[in-house]
């Protein structure tokens, strides 16, 4: 079975632009969530897709959106960057549903970089 | 607020010894508590988990143990090897079908031989 896949694996993006990363989870698995990892915070929930839909939402700023489309990948965008917003992008693929604990497993990370 | 704290921040064995990271967690519905090892340059990878029906697990050199009473949970490293070095990583989630880790800062964990 292929493993979690992002794309790209690195990017360089100037302060004010906008980017878009994505995440191809395992095949039949249904939830893919974000994370943000930098030195100095950890590794941060910025939110999860379920079917197509928003379950859960971090405490990051509205330019931070994603979305989830039928076959279950998801992108990430990033709107107006700043340099703040430099750091290891981590997308997560479980294949639970509801009321079960299941593993999540994670990609490669995006390392985007704001110059 | 959920929150996950992690000790040490940095942890130096020689080879053979083991070595022990404690985390604690504030929000008392969490029930699922994974271990993540990252080396560097690569992907988080999933090491041991435990539920909140289990007090103990082990898998070879590792084991995790909870005590749910006191919110606290425990990864042990027993026979420790220059490979092992790394920084890990503690998390808990709810079961309530939203798949949101809270993780722990990390340990970064060095096995000299």
């Known amino acids: 079975k292929a493993g979690v896949t992002q794309t790209p694996r690195y990017l360089i993006k100037t302060r004010g632009q906008q980017v878009t990363l994505s995440c191809s989870p395992i095949?039949?698995?249904?939830?893919v969530s974000w994370y943000q990892q930098t030195p100095g915070q950890g590794l941060q929930f910025l939110f999860e897709?379920?079917?197509?839909?928003?379950?859960n939402k971090g405490n990051f700023p509205g330019r931070f959106s994603g979305r989830q489309f039928s076959n279950s990948r998801s992108e990430m965008n990033v709107s107006t960057l700043e340099l703040g917003d430099s750091a290891l992008y981590l997308c997560?693929?479980?294949?639970?549903?509801?009321?079960?604990?299941?593993?999540?497993?994670f990609g490669q990370g995006t390392r985007l970089t704001v110059v | 607020g959920e929150n996950v704290e992690q000790h040490p921040s940095t942890l130096s064995v020689q080879e053979g010894d083991s070595a022990v990271i404690k985390c604690t967690y504030s929000?008392?519905?969490?029930?699922?508590f994974p271990w993540y090892k990252q080396e560097l340059g690569k992907r988080p990878q999933l090491i041991i988990d435990?539920?909140?029906?289990?007090g103990e697990k082990k898998d070879q050199r590792i084991a995790v143990t909870l005590n749910k009473t006191a919110k606290h949970f425990s990864l042990h490293i027993t026979e420790t090897q220059p490979e092992d070095s790394a920084v890990y990583f503690c998390?808990?989630?709810?079961?309530?079908?939203?798949?949101?880790?809270?993780f722990g800062a990390g340990t970064r964990l060095a096995v000299h031989p």
């Open positions: 929000d008392s519905a969490s029930n699922y």
């Open positions: 998390a808990a989630k709810r079961t309530s079908g939203y798949n949101k880790l809270i």
């Open positions: 897709y379920f079917s197509e839909t928003q379950r």
């Open positions: 095949s039949g698995h249904r939830s």
């Open positions: 997560a693929s479980s294949p639970a549903g509801t009321g079960t604990v299941v593993e999540a497993f």
């Open positions: 435990i539920r909140s029906n289990v």
